[in-house]
Nanobody, 122 residues
Framework: QVQLVESGGGLVQAGGSLRLSCVAS????????MGWFRQAPGKQREFVAVIDASGDNTYYANSVKGRFTVSRDNAKSTVYLQMNSLKPEDTAVYYCATSLRYVSVARDYDYWGRGTQVTVSS
């Protein structure tokens, strides 16, 4: 059983930055690809970014490409999401999740955190 805890969310003005963290425990972190997803009120959960188990490969949703960067520190069992040039449409609850596959589909992720709220004001 893997436990994931996100942190770093908050309220920021448009154009600002936030760095989300997700700490994993209870499993072998370096085995898993780590994904970030988000869900805005009234909308379905959507893929944001994924990093493979080694950290050598990343993939982003078109909506965040060039603004967000995903990284990981396997020694700390932590994955990060650096978010720059934030827009009001980035407002959502952000979740991290684990998968044994380097994929972007939510149903292929096994363990999920509880999420952290990101609110971007205009």
């Amino acid at each position: 059983q893997v436990q994931l805890v996100e942190s770093g969310g908050g309220l920021v003005q448009a154009g600002g930055s936030l760095r989300l963290s997700c700490v994993a425990s209870g499993g072998t972190f370096r085995r898993y690809a780590m994904g970030w997803f988000r869900q805005a009120p009234g909308k379905q959960r959507e893929f944001v970014a994924v990093i493979d188990a080694s950290g050598d490969n990343t993939y982003y949703a078109n909506s965040v490409k060039g603004r967000f960067t995903v990284s990981r520190d396997n020694a700390k069992s932590t994955v990060y999401l650096q978010m720059n040039s934030l827009k009001p449409e980035d407002t959502a609850v952000y979740y991290c999740a684990t998968s044994l596959r380097y994929v972007s589909v939510a149903r292929d992720y096994d363990y999920w955190g509880r999420g952290t709220q990101v609110t971007v004001s205009s």
